[in-house]
C-alpha cells in the first residue's frame, strides 16, 4: 500500500479487556510516532521509534500501554485492562527522517483506530 | 515544556471572505511550526511548514517570534476549505515530534 495502514479500524472493548492495535507504516519510513487523540483535542504524543529502539515513551498514560516494533517496520500498541478513559482514536504516523536530522520531517498518518471502551 | 494553543474550536466564515485561523505556541527555543490539515472522511496530513515559506492552496503562514505566533490565512476562503486545522510545533530537543494544537473547525459557508 502506499500510505500508513492501521488496524482494526474501530474496536469496541469491554472495560478490563486487552487490546492491540496495529500501525503498517510506509516502507522505509525510519521514524513511526502513535498518538492518542481525545473527542474534540488534538493528537497528543504517546511514544516514538526509530526503528526497532523506542527512542521515547514518556507520553504513554500509564503502565497498562505498551509499544513494540521489534523488525523495525510494523508496530503494535497494547493496552491492558483498558478503562473508560482509554476511549480515543489512536493515530499512527511515519517519517523517512530519524531523530537528529537537520529539520523536522512530515509526518504520514493512518486513518486512525478509534478505540471505545465500555 | 512545549505548548501549542489554538484558541479557536470553530471559525465560520462565507465563501469568498478572508480567514485567520490563529496559532500561538510557547518553547524557548527556535522551533518548527506546521499546519496539518484533516478533510472529512480523509486521515491528517500536512498543509504547510514555516521553513518552506510557501503558498498552499492559497494559504500562508509566517513565523512571528515575537508574538509567539503563526497565524494561517488566506484571502478568500472556498467552501473546500472546510476542514479540521491543527497547528503543530517540533523542538530540536524532541527530534521529530510533533506537539499539536487543539484544532480549529473552519466551516465555509457557501
Known amino acids: 500500500g502506499a500510505g500508513v495502514s492501521q488496524s482494526p479500524r474501530y474496536k469496541v472493548a469491554k472495560r478490563g479487556q486487552d487490546v492491540a492495535l496495529r500501525c503498517d507504516p510506509i516502507?522505509?519510513?525510519?521514524?513511526l510516532f502513535w498518538y492518542q487523540q481525545a473527542l474534540g483535542q488534538g493528537p497528543e504524543f504517546l511514544t516514538y521509534?526509530?526503528?526497532?529502539?523506542?527512542?521515547?515513551k514518556s507520553g504513554l498514560p500509564s503502565d497498562r500501554f505498551f509499544a513494540e516494533r521489534p523488525e523495525g517496520s510494523v508496530s503494535t500498541l497494547k493496552i491492558q485492562r483498558t478503562q473508560q478513559e482509554d476511549s480515543a482514536v489512536y493515530l499512527c504516523?511515519?517519517?523517512?527522517?530519524?531523530?537528529?536530522?537537520?529539520?523536522?520531517?512530515?509526518?504520514?498518518f493512518g486513518e486512525g483506530s478509534r478505540l471505545t471502551v465500555l | 515544556a512545549q505548548r501549542v494553543t489554538q484558541p479557536e474550536k470553530l471559525l465560520s466564515v462565507f465563501k469568498g471572505a478572508p480567514v485567520e485561523l490563529k496559532c500561538n505556541y510557547s518553547y524557548s527555543g527556535s522551533p518548527e511550526l506546521f499546519w496539518y490539515v484533516q478533510y472529512s472522511r480523509q486521515r491528517l496530513q500536512l498543509l504547510l511548514r514555516h521553513i518552506s515559506r510557501e503558498s498552499i492552496k492559497g494559504f500562508t503562514a509566517d513565523l512571528n517570534k515575537g508574538e509567539t505566533s503563526f497565524h494561517l490565512k488566506k484571502p478568500f476562503a472556498q467552501e473546500e476549505d472546510s476542514a479540521m486545522y491543527y497547528c503543530?510545533?517540533?523542538?530540536?530537543?524532541?527530534?521529530?515530534?510533533?506537539?499539536f494544537g487543539g484544532g480549529t473547525r473552519l466551516m465555509v459557508k457557501p
Open positions: 521509534f526509530q526503528n526497532e529502539a523506542q527512542l521515547d
Open positions: 516502507s522505509g519510513h525510519v521514524s
Open positions: 504516523a511515519s517519517s523517512i527522517l530519524a531523530k537528529g536530522a537537520s529539520t523536522t520531517g512530515e509526518l504520514f
Open positions: 503543530a510545533l517540533s523542538s530540536n530537543n524532541a527530534g521529530n515530534m510533533l506537539t
